[in-house]
């Protein structure tokens, strides 16, 4: 489809077919992030970034040709447009940056996080973003409830703002009644929430039994975390009294929500009474107001069983691509991870259901993009 | 189909050359002397292989003694990691799975892959 541009040349539109719900960017350095942070904050020498204190994965955190000649991965924005939109070919990414790391002082963490929403926005979202492909998240510091409300109100109605982001490393699970306001704020202003995982070291790391010795548990148990909010989100009451509230889980994985709906319903049959606030059953609240990013995609070695299981969980509905693009552990061929699904279904998780939940362009400019 | 890499003299020890054959172009190394052709795709995501560091392995030891083997042999795919044979371009954590291998030649001074 084309249109007249005002020089009278035809620009060109392309449909939106790929849409990618979680890529990373990053500032060239700490200096650059730290001139949107207001002091007492800025001068503090305690502050964690990417790369400091992390449970680092014993093959590095990035992918090896994810390196620019200049600056840390997901730092330059030519590079990365020939990797992403050019190699990956995506179409439109949807931007979380990680920069900053959970701090111990949450009001310390609020200050950074809204720093790097002002960072995130005058360069990716602005200098950075002349082709308009890229969308951004609102991060907030859910440990100071407050605060994050603040910065979901600072940032609501921008038009490139398209999601609130909550780091799920917190003490208690989401559902406890003091995180209540920031889930409404994100309600009030039509905004998504998606829970991202972060690196997680001392109190953070903690599994049902204890705290993990390997990065492979560490990562393994990302999905019990997962789990843990949504129960709690589920029996807390969140779903039923915020019926407009949509969650999207991004790097959890996926699969696990079957089994999981299937044993909060069984649960909910035998012990309805103790929660008579939940009007329904538990998997509906799961099934209507959570989506699920595909990275790390787990795919069973029985095609009939996959298929199977990707429709009981209505994933031509809820399952969006992702690359986690310049992550080690990113999946870069989007065909590949649709491979084996019918059509329809294809076409939703490569685009549909992210261009509706976050009310994404169904085309853009094709010229000037990339090289 | 045979395919010219470069000059013999041009390929040192512990160097390597990505030619334009195959699905993705193929790559050449020289692992002490001795040459290895593999298929730069990756068989697990696809990812660029032959643009991966090549180094070493673990083992299991006595006890919970972890030990460093076959270094210099193992080639890692720049993206996720997964480790290589060299020699047979097998994965080492699921042997059926494999990149593919090519023979290589060397004929008046010039190396060739057979493609």
Aim: charged share 20%; with cysteine; glycine share 10%.
């Amino acid at each position: 489809m084309a249109r007249a541009a005002t020089d009278g040349a035809a620009v060109e539109r392309k449909a939106t077919t790929v849409v990618d719900t979680d890529v990373h960017v990053l500032p060239r350095s700490a200096e650059e992030l730290l001139e949107y942070v207001p002091e007492p904050w800025r001068s503090r020498s305690d502050t964690q970034f990417l790369g400091a204190g992390v449970y680092v994965p014993p093959v590095g955190l990035m992918r090896k040709d994810g390196f620019p000649p200049e600056g840390p991965p997901g730092s330059d924005p030519d590079f990365l447009c020939r990797q992403l939109l050019g190699e990956s070919g995506i179409d439109l990414a949807l931007l979380i940056p990680l920069v900053i790391r959970p701090q111990a002082n949450p009001e310390h963490e609020a200050a950074l996080a809204s720093g790097l929403n002002g960072w995130q926005e005058a360069t990716w979202l602005t200098r950075y973003n002349g082709h308009g492909r890229f969308f951004g998240s609102i991060i907030a510091c859910p440990r100071q409830p407050e605060l994050a409300v603040r910065e979901i109100e600072r940032w609501a109605g921008h038009p490139l703002m398209k999601q609130v982001v909550l780091v799920p490393s917190v003490y208690q699970p989401f559902g406890e009644p003091h995180f209540r306001p920031v889930f409404e704020a994100a309600v009030r202003h039509g905004l998504p929430v998606a829970l991202h995982m972060h690196s997680r070291l001392g109190m953070f790391g903690l599994t049902p039994v204890g705290f993990p010795s390997y990065y492979f548990d560490m990562r393994s148990f990302h999905s019990n975390v997962f789990a843990a909010h949504l129960t709690s989100m589920v029996f807390g009451g969140l779903f039923e009294d915020l019926p407009d509230l949509r969650v999207a889980i991004v790097e959890g994985g996926y699969i696990w929500a079957l089994p999981l709906m299937w044993r909060l319903d069984r649960n909910w049959e035998d012990l309805r009474s103790e929660v008579p606030h939940l009007r329904r059953r538990p998997s509906e609240y799961l099934r209507e107001q959570v989506w699920f990013t595909t990275q790390p995609f787990e795919r069973p070695r029985d095609p009939d069983g996959y298929l199977q299981t990707l429709d009981w969980l209505s994933a031509d509905r809820r399952l969006m691509f992702a690359t986690d693009y310049p992550h080690w552990d990113g999946d870069y061929l989007p065909n590949d991870i649709v491979r084996g699904m019918p059509d329809a279904m294809r076409e939703r998780v490569l685009a549909g259901n992210a261009l509706e939940l976050y009310g994404l362009p169904h085309e853009y400019e094709a010229s000037g993009t990339v090289a | 189909v045979r395919v010219a890499v470069c000059p013999v003299e041009e390929l040192a020890v512990g160097s390597r050359r990505i030619v334009t054959a195959g699905e993705g172009g193929i790559g050449v190394f020289n692992v002490d002397g001795k040459l290895y052709a593999l298929a730069n795709r990756c068989p697990h995501a696809g990812g660029p292989l032959c643009r991966g560091v090549l180094t070493g392995t673990t083992e299991p030891g006595t006890g919970h003694e972890v030990r460093w083997v076959r270094e210099g042999r193992v080639l890692r795919c720049p993206w996720h990691s997964w480790e290589f044979d060299i020699a047979t371009g097998r994965t080492l954590t699921k042997p059926t799975v494999a990149t593919k291998t090519f023979s290589v030649v060397v004929e008046d001074g010039t190396i060739y892959v057979e493609v």
